[in-house]
C-alpha cells in the first residue's frame, strides 16, 4: 500500500534552536518527493522537491534530504524563527501518476 | 500573480443545505485539482481536471458532491445535501501538467456543517 509516515505529529522548539522532521513512504514506483509548508489557515506552499538521483536540496534555512534505498526522507530547519511555526506535509509522486500521497504532517511551534 | 482563488473563505451552513465553492486557477495552468483536509484523513484528494474535463473523481466521496470546470479560469464544487461529516478545509490547487510539475495551492475554504 502506497503510505507515507511523518514523525513526530508536533514538536515544540525554542527561537533559534535547529530541529530535523522525518518522512518514511512506501511509495512506489517513486518519481519525486515534496515538502510542503503550511500555514495556520493557509494552502500548503512547496519548499523543496527531490528526484530519485539527488539526495539533498535546500531552500534557505530548509536543508532536505533523501534517501531512496531507505525510502526516507528528513527536513532540516537550521536558527528557527517564529515564522517556521506551521505543519509540514511530506508528499510523494508514484511514478507519472498525477496523483500525490501525503502525509499528514508534522505541526511545529517555535516559542521566543 | 495572484495565485489561485477560492471563495468564500468561511462558509456555515446547516445539515441538508446546497454548498457551493469556487475556484479561480493561476492562469495558464491547465490542471485542477480539489482537495479535502481534516485532522483525521489529512489531504485527500476528490476530483482531477486536465485542459477542463475530469480526469480522475475516484476520490469524490459520493453523489452528494459534484464538481465542474466549465472553462480555464473557473471551477466550482457542490454539495447537495451537505452533512455535518462534510465539515472539513476545502482547497483548490492549480498547476502545469508534468513529472515534477508544482501544485500551487489556494488559501482553501473551511466549511461546518451544522
Known amino acids: 500500500k502506497n503510505q507515507v509516515e511523518q514523525s513526530p505529529q508536533s514538536l515544540i522548539i525554542l527561537e533559534g534552536k535547529n530541529c530535523t522532521l522525518q518522512?518514511?513512504?512506501?511509495?512506489?514506483?517513486?518519481?519525486?518527493l515534496r515538502w510542503y509548508k503550511q500555514d495556520t489557515g493557509r494552502g500548503p506552499v512547496s519548499l523543496t522537491i527531490?528526484?530519485?538521483?539527488?539526495n539533498t536540496k535546500s531552500n534557505g534555512r530548509y536543508t532536505a534530504t533523501l534517501d531512496a534505498d531507505t525510502k526516507q526522507s528528513s527536513l532540516h530547519i537550521t536558527a528557527s524563527q517564529l515564522s517556521d511555526s506551521a505543519s509540514y506535509i511530506c508528499?510523494?509522486?508514484?511514478?507519472?501518476?498525477?496523483?500525490?500521497?501525503f502525509g499528514k504532517g508534522t505541526l511545529l511551534t517555535v516559542n521566543p | 500573480d495572484a495565485g489561485v482563488i477560492q471563495s468564500p473563505r468561511h462558509e456555515v451552513t446547516e445539515m441538508g443545505q446546497e454548498v457551493t465553492l469556487r475556484c479561480k486557477p493561476i492562469?495558464?495552468?491547465?490542471?485542477l485539482f480539489w482537495y479535502r483536509q481534516t485532522m483525521m484523513r489529512g489531504l485527500e484528494l476528490l476530483i482531477y481536471?486536465?485542459?477542463?474535463?475530469?480526469?480522475?473523481d475516484s476520490g469524490m466521496p459520493e453523489d452528494r458532491f459534484s464538481a465542474k470546470m466549465p472553462n480555464a479560469s473557473f471551477s466550482t464544487l457542490k454539495i447537495q445535501p451537505s452533512e455535518p461529516r462534510d465539515s472539513a478545509v476545502y482547497f483548490c490547487a492549480s498547476g502545469l501538467a508534468g513529472p515534477t510539475d508544482t501544485q500551487y495551492f489556494g488559501p482553501g475554504t473551511r466549511l461546518t456543517v451544522l
Open positions: 527531490m528526484t530519485f538521483s539527488e
Open positions: 481536471f486536465n485542459n477542463n474535463v475530469p480526469i480522475d
Open positions: 508528499v510523494v509522486r508514484r511514478g507519472s501518476n498525477y496523483k500525490l500521497t
Open positions: 518522512c518514511n513512504y512506501t511509495v512506489s514506483p517513486f518519481s519525486n
Open positions: 492562469s495558464g495552468h491547465n490542471s
